[in-house]
């Protein structure tokens, strides 16, 4: 299997402009979730989904981030506007019948 | 609330045992797990322990489990350079549909030649 796929690697914007990050989750896995990791906050869920429903989005920072699942094999996370604070690698898991998650490699997003 | 707490660093010699702890809060966690992550990658599953378990072993990876004092452990083995990584411990949040794991902060593990 070729575990979960995240694109782009490596982002760099200016701020202002619109980020989309892309995921692939194993085939199979009816559970997706996106993550952001940055040194002061640690590892942070910012939403989750369940058979392409969004289930839980409490941790999506604010109405600048949006989250799509338009299929079982694809999701999307955009930020529109980005800000330099939302530099941060950003995670796509996903899940199968158990609870395990299986990390994507992570998006690098620098916004300068 | 629920929460996950370790200890943020541990620097060990080559050779020596490892031991990274972990506290946890929610008494109904299913699953515990120890997930690890290496500079520029993502989070590798390391392993895991049902909570019916006191111990597993894998290997050099030992993972203890006191439920009564909500504590988690993982031990490694002859530590080698290459085990230097970000550990992470994260227990199931609330029972029932919720698919959230709670996370600690990682225990950074330093291995010296």
């Known amino acids: 299997d070729a575990g979960v796929i995240q694109s782009p690697r490596h982002e760099v914007t200016e701020m202002g402009q619109e980020v989309t990050l892309r995921c692939k989750p194993i085939?199979?896995?009816?559970?997706l979730f996106w993550y952001r990791q940055t040194m002061m906050r640690g590892l942070e869920l910012l939403i989750y989904?369940?058979?392409?429903?969004?289930?839980?989005d409490s941790g999506m920072p604010e109405d600048r981030f949006s989250a799509k699942m338009p299929n079982a094999s694809f999701s999307t996370l955009k930020i529109q506007p980005s800000e330099p604070r939302d530099s941060a690698v950003y995670f796509c898991?996903?899940?199968?019948?158990?609870?395990?998650?299986?990390f994507g490699p992570g998006t690098r997003l620098l916004v300068l | 609330g629920e929460d996950v707490e370790q200890s943020l660093f541990l620097s060990v010699r080559e050779g020596d045992s490892s031991v990274i702890n972990c506290t946890y809060t929610d008494s109904s966690s299913t699953y515990l797990y120890w997930y690890k992550q290496e500079p520029g990658a993502g989070l590798q599953l390391l392993t895991y322990i049902f909570s019916n378990m006191d111990m597993k072993q894998d290997q050099r990876l030992t993972v203890l489990l006191n439920k009564k004092d909500k504590h988690l452990s993982l031990r490694i083995a002859d530590t080698q350079t290459g085990d230097s990584a970000i550990y992470f411990c994260a227990e199931v949040g609330n029972a029932g549909n919720n698919r959230k794991l709670i996370w600690g902060l990682g225990t950074s593990l330093a291995v010296n030649p």
């Open positions: 989904f369940n058979n392409n429903v969004p289930i839980d």
């Open positions: 898991a996903s899940s199968g019948l158990a609870e395990t998650q299986y």
């Open positions: 085939s199979g896995h009816d559970y």
